[in-house]
């Protein structure tokens, strides 16, 4: 089972939907969560990070439920420039020292006109 | 310039050969991170430094893979004995410091083929 799973669409939805993704993860140690936007052979980007109180970027709003280590992203009132794939990451602390980053496999959305 | 910048962008290599894959991090930043992301998945984690210390190497395949950054900036991924199962877009982030809240910022990666 991989640390942290995700849907991995396609997603296809007309302009203006709303469209949710969510993600679960295994690994009860992990410390801090984000989601990650990546454009085809571009590198992933920092789309927002996910508190447990929930959080709102705009059209973007992250939620965590750390209990059933669960996460989601709901975008609203989708525009074509947000077709890209969507990563739910997980940072882990390492035995080291440091941290890393687990990814999904990412959630692939395509918004159409 | 202001990001994480990798070189080369594409590299094609016979199986083989060795190959060296350069990360230039944004200025300053402590941590570096590789990452190794196959088509179709999300990347996966080979090794972490702090500054030139290679803290953690768990993620690395293999001992063909060498990491280093001796002097806690640039950093160097070094194949040896490429294989076709190598092939993959590898990553590189870096972090100011090494908090687990910090966000990474990844480079555009180099796109490697082994043939």
């Known amino acids: 089972r991989k640390e942290v799973e995700q849907d991995p669409g396609p997603f296809n939805v007309p302009e203006g939907a709303t469209v949710a993704f969510n993600c679960t993860y295994s690994?009860?140690?992990?410390?801090?969560f984000f989601w990650y936007r990546q454009d085809c052979r571009k590198e992933p980007k920092l789309l927002m990070s996910v508190y447990s109180s929930g959080n709102e970027d705009g059209r973007f709003t992250a939620q965590l439920n750390r209990a059933s280590q669960y996460i989601s992203l709901l975008i609203r009132d989708s525009k074509l420039s947000d077709s890209a794939t969507y990563l739910c990451v997980v940072n882990i602390i390492l035995t080291g020292g440091g941290n890393k980053l687990t990814f999904g496999t990412g959630t692939q959305l395509k918004v159409e006109l | 310039g202001a990001g994480v910048s990798q070189s080369p962008r594409y590299k094609v290599a016979k199986r083989g050969q060795d190959v060296a894959l350069r990360c230039d991090p944004i200025s300053g930043h402590v941590s570096l991170f590789w990452y190794q992301q196959a088509l179709g998945q999300g990347p996966e984690f080979l090794t972490y430094?702090?500054?030139?210390?290679?803290?953690?190497k768990s993620g690395l395949p293999s001992d063909r893979f060498f990491a280093e950054r001796p002097e806690g900036s640039v950093s160097t991924l070094k194949i040896q004995r490429t294989q076709q199962e190598d092939s993959a877009v590898y990553l590189c982030a870096s972090s100011l410091e090494g908090g687990v809240r910090q966000p990474q910022h990844f480079g555009d990666g180099t796109r490697l083929s082994i043939l």
């Open positions: 690994n009860s140690a992990s410390q801090s």
């Open positions: 430094f702090q500054n030139e210390a290679q803290l953690d």
